[in-house]
């Protein structure tokens, strides 16, 4: 009796690759599917649901990620594990996705598969797309992504603009804000030395981009010179639609893709183009960030993982320790010359801190999952990171075998970190305090009370006040980086201070009066913030209703009524102000950031 002939990995590894590119090929129709929901949501004035979907399609990647996973251990099973077959795999996917206009989000899909089976300590680019198996395409011209305005009159290419149909909702008043933000746009272009008797017109990208309450045409003016960026930020009120603001400063368009701020819903394919599209309009902003803003996270991060294997190479680098005051939860590190850090949460956690890692890592996830009101910065998780051990400097060596030796594997050649969040970098508050210039510092002071109040308009909050858990941007926005006890802001109690009822109370090392585990006394911030003085004073002028339970109880009701409340990504400075005034509707309200 003969024996059956062994199977071929190629056998195992089609079916297995046909299943995981019809996992992606789900997952690319029902992100278009949400997206796609967007421009009725905003022209119904549907806030509630704009929200919901953009919660939906954040967890949908795992979602199908799972299912394919299930299906892939299904098919393969014994041989599941087998290195040869899963590069036979990849082989047969790579082909498979050849000439697909979005073949890099489909090699990040694999990727994500692969990663769910073997946790492998490092890369291995047998079975994984460490740099992808395709040259890149040429840049498509503008044409095919954007709407073209020709002309050299700006207001009548505003309104050509504006007379175009990207909404179902009616104008409000459209030949006002053709005036409005023609008016506005002049004035900038006359900032910035740009003689308007240049311009051959301008294209706009073929869709609006959605997020929270508002929409935004973004393309550029085009003018012999150069081009600049041009965006409308669009409002639907209950008077109907309207121009907001008019952003042609390439930092203010910066901040609206920052990475605080939650993604895009923008009907727009393939994705490789439109983030080349963008990078033009934003040449200093990531590549990584724009397809995360556009609601692409996992492929952001597969960006950000090949952007760090290039400076690596490109450069001899070490890890540090990064400056500011350390944390007692979180070991931070840093390298000199690449703008982000790496976060991983200590083994040993002290007793004076109320947080369990398994606890910092659902806070982690709450950030990921909530609107972050462009106040908290987004963080990109990653597993089994493989480094050189000479890339490290001995003291932060030391601080992993002292604090995070479970963390982190320290070898006499090579140093794994099996968890960390790896997040842009920005300069601790308490740091940049130090070395600002006055007038800035005041900035930066008025801007961390702001920072509070969007979050708390947002329904988070922080959990500590301290400067030290903030930072400051490029742009010098101000934003919260620190998650140990971040919370629901509804899940807090805010609380006066009782009365002593006794003479020696207030001098007892303890409180004489039950405190609970979330229980706040907002008129205690002021000296638990610990500013020197002449920037309390500031904070105290401007922002003294933080240490009134009044406001915080404000907030939490607005938020149990289910308010949703404007945070405007863009200065106060860019928008159309000389609207005729909107009465305050009911449950919506406005927040200036």
């Known amino acids: 009796m003969s024996l059956p002939a062994a199977r071929r990995p190629s056998e195992d590894a089609g079916p297995a690759a046909a299943a995981i590119l019809d996992g992606f090929e789900r997952y690319r129709k029902r992100f278009a599917e949400v997206t796609r929901r967007a421009g009725g949501r905003f022209d119904r004035r549907d806030w509630k649901g704009t929200l919901n979907d953009a919660t939906d399609r954040l967890d949908l990647y795992g979602e199908v990620v799972h299912e394919v996973e299930n299906e892939v ?85 505003i309104g050509a603009i504006l007379g175009d149909n990207w909404f179902a909702a009616a104008w409000e008043d459209r ?37 929270r309450k508002g929409a935004y045409l973004v393309g550029r003016l085009i003018a012999e010179a150069g081009h600049r960026p041009l965006v409308l930020a669009v409002l639907n009120t209950e008077r109907g639609l309207r121009i907001d603001a008019v952003l042609t400063d390439v930092d203010h368009v910066s901040v609206l893709f920052s990475f605080t701020r939650s993604h895009f819903h923008v009907d727009l394919d393939p994705p490789y183009q439109v983030v080349r599209y963008l990078k033009r309009l934003l040449p200093r902003k990531p590549v990584a960030e724009l397809y995360i803003a556009l609601g692409y ?24 320790v990064a400056p500011g005051v350390p944390g ?21 956690i002290p007793a004076i801190k109320p947080v369990t890692p398994l606890a910092v890592r659902n806070n982690y996830q709450l950030v990921f999952r909530h609107d972050r009101a462009g106040r908290l910065v987004e963080a990109q998780e990653f597993e089994h990171l493989k480094f050189e051990r000479a890339r490290f400097g001995e003291d932060l060596i030391m601080e992993f075998a002292h604090d995070a030796d479970k963390t982190v594997s320290v070898g006499d050649a090579e140093i794994v970190v099996h ?41 988070i909050f922080p959990g500590e006040l301290l400067p030290k858990n903030f930072g400051v941007t490029r742009n010098g926005r101000v934003v919260c980086y620190d998650y140990d006890e971040l919370g629901l802001l509804t899940d807090f109690t805010f609380r006066d201070m009782p009365a002593a009822q006794h003479d020696d109370d207030d001098f007892d090392s303890e409180a004489w009066f039950g405190v609970g ?29 933080l240490y009134t339970v009044d406001f915080w109880h404000q907030m939490q009701s607005q938020i149990q009524q289910g308010e949703i409340i404007d945070i405007f990504p863009y200065p106060q400075a860019t928008r159309l102000l000389d609207h005729v005034p909107v009465q305050e509707e009911p449950n919506e309200k406005s927040l200036q950031s």
């Not at 842009?424 to 801007?447: I, N």
């Not at 706040?520 to 105290?540: A, N, S």
């Open 73 to 157: 251990r299904r098919l393969l099973w014994t041989h599941l594990r087998e290195t040869e077959i899963w590069a036979a795999v990849k082989g047969s996917y790579s082909s498979l996705i050849a000439g697909r206009p979005d073949w890099e989000i489909a090699e990040t899909f694999l990727n994500s598969v692969t990663r769910r089976i073997f946790a492998t300590a490092g890369v291995e680019p047998d079975i994984e797309f460490i740099d992808s198996d395709f040259d890149p395409p040429t840049p498509e011209p503008p044409e095919s992504l954007c709407r073209q305005y020709a002309g050299q009159d700006l207001e009548a290419v």
């Open 175 to 211: 030949a006002r804000d053709v005036r409005l933000a023609t008016a506005s746009l002049r004035r900038q272009l006359a900032e910035l030395g740009a003689a308007e008797g240049t311009l051959r017109g301008a294209e706009m990208m073929a869709a609006p981009f959605f997020r």
């Open 297 to 320: 996270h996992k492929h952001g991060k597969t960006e950000l993982y090949r952007d760090l294997l290039r400076h690596l190479r490109e450069s001899d680098s070490r890890f540090e």
């Open 328 to 348: 007692m939860v979180m070991v931070v590190f840093t390298m000199t010359g690449y703008d982000v850090v790496f976060k991983l949460i200590r083994d040993h």
């Open 419 to 459: 968890h960390a969040y790896v997040e842009r970098r920005v300069a601790p508050l308490d740091v940049y305090l130090g070395f600002a210039e006055p007038e800035a510092a005041r900035a930066a002071v008025v801007d961390f009370g702001q920072a509070v109040k969007d979050l708390a308009a947002n329904g």
């Open 517 to 545: 585990p979330r229980d706040v006394f907002p008129e205690e911030f002021p000296r638990f913030m610990g500013l020197p003085p002449e920037h309390q004073k500031v904070m105290d002028e401007v922002h003294g209703d």
